[in-house]
């Protein structure tokens, strides 16, 4: 059974920093594009990093970019998202998903590429 399921949401004060994981079982998650998404209440889910199964490649959205760091740990089959300087405006439930295989970039814009999805784990960022 192809299942992901995210860890490591919480709340967080400004500044401060989590790691959201990915775990998946019932496929090879390094063949895979992997996405993380977002959606904040009142709003539509944003991409804001990808990572290409072809070539490692790396997208970031530019809310995240800097802050944000997306890796993988193949052999725990594991994707990994590092949130650091968290402001309020990263609060939402952060999802991970998967895409393919296919080779080439991955795609970050659209959540229509992405069949596979996590539960979702929240974060929410305040003093």
């Known amino acids: 059974q192809v299942q992901l399921v995210e860890s490591g949401g919480g709340l967080v004060q400004p500044g401060g920093s989590l790691r959201l994981a990915c775990a998946a079982s019932?496929?090879?998650?390094?063949?895979?594009?992997i996405g993380w998404f977002r959606q904040a209440p009142g709003k539509e889910r944003e991409g804001i990093s990808c990572?290409?199964?072809?070539?490692?490649?790396?997208k970031y959205a530019d809310s995240v970019k800097g802050r944000f760091t997306i890796s993988r740990d193949n052999a725990k089959n594991t994707a990994y998202l590092q949130m650091n300087s968290l402001k309020p405006e990263d609060t939402a439930v952060y999802f991970c998903?998967?895409?393919?295989?296919?080779?080439?970039?991955?795609?970050?814009?659209?959540?229509?590429?992405?069949?596979?999805w996590g539960q979702g784990t929240q974060v929410i960022v305040s003093s």
């Open positions: 990572i290409s199964s072809s070539d490692g490649s790396i």
């Open positions: 019932g496929f090879v998650l390094e063949h895979y594009q």
């Open positions: 998903a998967t895409a393919g295989p296919f080779e080439g970039d991955c795609p970050l814009a659209s959540v229509y590429e992405y069949d596979a």
